[in-house]
């Protein structure tokens, strides 16, 4: 996996386990309690490393390239194929970030099967 898709240094970062052969991953940084940057990823262990399915992100002060704006923006997800991000889909209108973080979650959680459907059959991976 590239740096792109690892979550550089956030305050709090876990993973949740999906099975045998997935996990969501969640990283957030906060200032005075408020969210100030986060991702939250679902990743798919494939070809004996972790790589991205989807991918949510919001980081207003990040490298251009890198910086995304929720409060600006909206809320996006990256989708992944082939260990490169293959389309951007928008899910919401400009949200708080701490907002767009929840709504994030809920987003993956709703759509958790289908996107590892799509992942598995766009690899040839037999399904769970």
Known sequence: MSDD???????????VPIGESARRRV??????????RFVVQLEYRHDDDWQPVVRYDHDAGGAAEAAHDV?????????????????TEF????????V????AEDHLSQNLERYLRRYEKWHGIRSR
Do not use: F, N, Q
């Open 5 to 15: 898709e690892h979550p550089r240094e956030y305050d709090r970062e876990w993973t």
């Open 100 to 103: 767009a973080l929840d709504h």
């Open 71 to 87: 409060a600006e923006e909206g809320l996006h997800i990256d989708i992944y194929r082939d260990g490169e991000k293959d389309a």
């Open 27 to 36: 990283a957030v940084s906060t200032s005075s309690g408020d969210v100030v």
């Open 91 to 98: 899910v919401t209108g400009p949200l708080p970030a701490g």
